[in-house]
Structure formats: structure tokens, C-alpha cells
């Protein structure tokens, strides 16, 4: 117990030191979607409502899920801190500590069931887990709080599984433990959908301790687990298929993009030296990636059936978690298939299986070189934790990281153009934007940002053209809107009647009335306003 709470207590100061200096890092990016602009965290009155009714997770209304005891945890630091970051990160760096401990737990419980001696390979890869880079966006990114979180109850779920398969009084008093075990895999699907993974690992679980030990199968929790996963799946599902405002991805380029992916995150998990919080977009569905990445899956499963075979059934079924912990990631629409958050289970579970692999090691000189090499390991890991924790200071650094590192890609130079744009540095948000659209003349937003720069400049001519050629492109609402500014600002009345007409026919989901009449009057233009207000009522034309 002494050593436990020592262990606890290095893993809890190691995740201070990497990341304590964040507790004060603004919210960037999808941060302000998640927490500034969703109401229904707003009050702790309302989380019942999170458990009875699908959510959408985005202030935009795109994207349906799941998920009511993650945000009720959101709802929790906003009732300590509202938008100020420091509970919300709080809460995800003693999260990660915890999670970080539940490797040490489980890999103590599984060296010491197949009767290894050497038991400090648990430590050394809780050190592992807790210290690598891969794991800084789960811990810094409020909006990723859902691997961490998930991951935490998700081993809670298995520990405490675990804790009953081994007890002496298994038959006795372990049903406790199992009930415990339950409530942590229910809230582990109430919080994302990665925790149906956890099912087939239960099966893998009950298959060895059958196999091995003689021991009988647990009916009765395998059956609820089945039911709760089942259940939760079938109703995610539904919000996906069912009509409703689910995405419905084109599921060959996902899966496709998905495959060809991999490599990525084998690269990530192994080599994490070039971190970003983007990643190049998967390319055409027939390429290099995407055999690489076939024969990446194709040799995981070959390694995951071999240890099956050779009766290293939790080995076997470590490697497989890791596996499936991506699979609701094929079936649910998602946008980056690229990000550091989705290794934080994986890494969980490979962590894991390294420790009861290290357990096996003999001989001194192999467990002092091992020894060494994890120490080595973690060492560097800890650098490049505490380096990439500073990429996070703010939205500038964060995508001016990503720009210089991909200075391809468009999104990064889009971002940093809008900081600059809200900051009040148009000329360097003009540069960015440009880039862009160099890069890529079809992204929309672009157009819509670029314009919005030439608006705040004072160049209502270009803003206006620039406008134009993105609405040929795409009819957007807020190029409409800033096409509206621009107009009024340049005294172009019948122009700005003619895209209020055109805006007024094209979005009857908007309220365009409230909104061009708002702006006509905050730019002094109280005739304009009424003349709108007369069109929309059919008392004159444009």
C-alpha cells in the first residue's frame, strides 16, 4: 500500500511538471465551442437533461452525439471557474495522474496473476504512459477531455474486473467489485463511444481466466456488460443513421482515409517528435498510405494471433484493446482522422502489455539494460512533453507550431490568419489568408476571412470581390453578411438591397431580417434598415 501511494504520488508530481504551467493557457480552438458557446453547461440544473436527449456538441448544430457525463463534467468546472481555464485543465491533469495510476494498477494485477517476479516494469511504464508526448492534447485540449476521461474509467472498469477474477472469496464477495466495474463501463459509454471497445476485451478476459485458471465464466456481469454496450451502441447508431442532424460521412473515403492513417499513428506512438495539433489529410483512396497501412493492420493482427496462440491471452488481449479503441472511430462521423487525443487509450494498452512482457524478462544483465532503456525513454519523453505543453500558450503559438510544420496544409494558416484578424493585425492576417488561398483557391473560408480583413482595413472594393468569387464557389451566410457590410460601408444602396433580397430567398433558416437591420443601424444607416424591413414585409422592392 506504501508503494501504491508512493507511485501515486510521482505519477500525480510528474504530471505537475509537465503540465501546471497550462492551467492558465487560454481556450483555443474548438475550446470555445465546447465551453463559451454551448449553454447547456451553464447550469448544474440542467445536467439531467444531458442523460435524456442526444446533444449537440458544437455551436453550430453539426454534429450529434452521446455524451452526458462528459459534459457534466464540463458543467461542473463551469460552476467553479465558468470560461476560465484553470478548473477545466485542473481537473484533466489530476484526470491524467489518475489514469496514469490505473496502469500501475492493472499491470501490478496482471504480472502478479501469471506469477512473474519482477514487478517494477508496472512503474516504469505508468512513468511511460504519464510522461509521453502523445498524451499532451489529451491533457492541455479541453475539448479532447473525452480520450483522457473515457481511458480513466475505462481501466477503472477493468481494475476493479480484475480485483474480483482475483480474489480468493471470487465466489463469495466479489459481486461488489463487479457492480463497481459495471457503473465505470456505463460511464465510460456515457462518455464516448471509444468504451464499446471494452466488451470484446471482457470476452478475451473471461476466455483466459476460463482457459487458465479453471475459474467459471461470470454470466451474469458478461451478460449486463453485453446489454449496456449493445444498448448505448444501437441508440449512437441511431443518431448517426436515424435522419436527425448526424453527419453521414462517404464511408468507403473514411474507412479508406482511416487505414492510411495508421502509419501515422504508429509514427506518433514510436517516434513523437513532430507533433502538431494537425496533421496532412489522408490522401486518394488508392496510395502508398493506404497499402501501408493494410499491411500495418494486417501484421497487428498476425502478432495479436500469435500471442493468442501461444496462450498469452492477455497479451493478446491488450494488443487487440489498443486495436479496437479505434474501431467506433470507422462508424461515427468524424472530421480529423489524424489527432494525438485518439492514442491515449492505445497507449494505455500497450503500456500495459509492455509491462507484463518486461515482467518476463531473466537474467540481470537484460532487466538492468531494460531498466536503463525505460529510464532513457521517459527521460526524453519528459523533454518533449514539457516542450510541446508550451505550443499550447495560445492560438498564435499553437497554429504558427503547425504552419511551420506543415506549411502546406491550409487550415493552419486559415486559424492563424482569424487570430490575427481578431487581434487587430490585418496585414498579417492578409498575408495568411492569401496563403491559403494560394495553396488552395476552392477553400471557402478563406474568401469569406480574407474579406472580412479587407472590411477592417477599409478596402470595401476588394473585400467586395473577393466576396463575390467566394460566393461562386459556395453560398455562405457569413460572406452574404460580410458582402452586406462591405456594401453599406461603401454607400452601394442598391447593391446592398439586392444581397439582402438574394440573403433573405437563400437562407430561410436564418433570421436576416434582425441581423442586416442590426448592422444597418450600427453603421448608421437607419433608412437602410427600414427599407429591409419593408422589402421583408412586401411593401416595396429592392
Not at 251 to 272: E, K, M, N, Q, T
Not at 378 to 398: M, Q
Request: hydrophobic fraction near 50%; glycine fraction near 6%.
Amino acid at each position: 500500500m506504501k508503494k501504491s501511494f508512493l507511485i501515486l504520488v510521482v505519477l500525480t508530481c510528474l504530471s505537475f511538471l509537465i503540465y501546471a504551467r497550462t492551467l492558465n493557457y487560454p481556450l483555443v480552438f474548438d475550446d470555445h465551442h465546447v465551453i463559451t458557446y454551448d449553454p447547456s453547461i451553464r447550469n448544474l440544473a440542467d445536467v439531467p437533461r444531458l442523460f435524456v436527449s442526444a446533444h449537440m456538441e458544437q455551436a453550430e448544430k453539426s454534429s450529434t452525439s452521446y455524451r452526458p457525463f462528459l459534459y457534466a463534467t464540463y458543467a461542473l468546472n463551469y460552476a467553479i471557474s465558468g470560461t476560465v481555464p484553470w478548473s477545466y485543465r485542473l481537473f484533466d491533469i489530476l484526470s491524467h495522474a489518475l489514469c496514469s495510476f490505473m496502469v500501475y494498477l492493472i499491470s501490478l494485477i496482471i504480472i502478479k496473476e501469471r506469477g512473474d517476479k519482477n514487478t517494477w516494469p508496472a512503474a516504469a511504464m505508468a512513468v511511460m504512459f504519464c510522461v509521453h508526448p502523445a498524451q499532451t492534447e489529451s491533457v492541455i485540449y479541453v475539448s479532447a477531455r473525452s480520450a483522457e476521461l473515457v481511458c480513466t474509467l475505462f481501466l477503472a472498469s477493468v481494475y476493479f474486473y480484475l480485483k474480483a477474477r482475483t480474489r480468493p472469496d471470487d465466489g463469495r464477495h466479489g459481486s461488489g467489485l463487479f457492480v463497481i466495474s459495471l457503473i465505470a463501463l456505463a460511464l465510460a459509454l456515457l462518455t464516448k463511444e471509444t468504451a464499446a471497445a471494452l466488451l470484446p476485451f471482457f470476452f478475451v478476459l473471461e476466455y483466459y481466466f476460463r482457459k487458465k485458471k479453471g475459474a467459471g465464466i461470470s454470466w451474469p456481469f458478461l451478460a449486463s456488460a453485453t446489454a449496456m454496450t449493445v444498448a448505448f451502441a444501437a441508440y449512437r447508431l441511431s443518431l448517426v443513421f436515424g435522419g436527425g442532424n448526424g453527419a453521414k460521412p462517404d464511408y468507403i473515403g473514411h474507412w479508406a482515409g482511416w487505414i492510411s492513417r495508421f502509419p501515422s499513428y504508429v509514427a506518433l506512438l514510436a517516434v513523437p517528435f513532430s507533433q502538431s495539433i494537425e496533421h496532412p489529410e489522408a490522401g486518394k483512396l488508392i496510395n502508398i498510405n493506404l497499402f501501408i497501412g493494410i499491411a500495418v493492420i494486417a501484421v497487428s493482427l498476425f502478432l495479436i494471433f500469435r500471442q493468442f496462440r501461444r496462450g498469452n491471452y492477455l497479451v493478446a488481449g491488450l494488443l487487440l484493446l489498443a486495436a479496437l479503441s479505434f474501431l467506433p472511430e470507422f462508424l461515427f462521423p468524424i472530421w480529423d482522422l489524424v489527432v494525438d487525443y485518439r492514442l491515449y487509450l492505445p497507449l494505455a494498452a500497450f503500456c500495459i502489455a509492455g509491462a507484463a512482457a518486461l515482467a518476463r524478462l531473466s537474467g540481470p544483465r537484460a532487466v538492468m539494460a531494460a531498466k536503463y532503456a525505460a529510464a532513457a525513454a521517459s527521460l526524453i519523453f519528459l523533454f518533449l512533453s514539457f516542450s510541446r505543453a508550451g505550443a499550447w500558450a495560445s492560438e498564435k503559438s499553437l497554429w504558427g507550431d503547425a504552419a511551420a510544420k506543415y506549411p502546406t496544409l491550409v487550415r493552419p494558416h486559415n486559424e492563424l490568419g482569424i487570430y490575427y484578424l481578431k487581434h487587430g493585425q490585418f496585414g498579417k492576417a492578409r498575408m495568411e489568408f492569401e496563403t491559403v488561398l494560394s495553396l488552395d483557391p476552392s477553400f471557402v473560408k478563406a474568401y469569406d476571412n480574407l474579406g472580412a480583413d479587407y472590411i477592417r482595413m477599409g478596402e470595401f472594393s476588394r473585400a467586395q470581390d473577393v466576396l463575390l468569387k467566394g460566393l461562386s464557389i459556395s453560398n455562405l451566410y457569413s460572406m452574404r453578411f460580410n458582402l452586406e457590410t462591405a456594401y453599406i460601408k461603401e454607400k452601394n444602396d442598391s447593391a446592398a438591397m439586392l444581397n439582402f433580397e438574394a440573403t433573405l430567398g437563400g437562407f430561410p433558416n436564418h433570421n436576416v431580417l434582425r441581423d442586416f437591420t442590426n448592422t444597418a443601424l450600427i453603421l448608421g444607416r437607419p433608412d437602410l434598415a427600414q427599407a429591409f424591413a419593408e422589402y421583408a414585409s412586401g411593401q416595396r422592392n429592392p
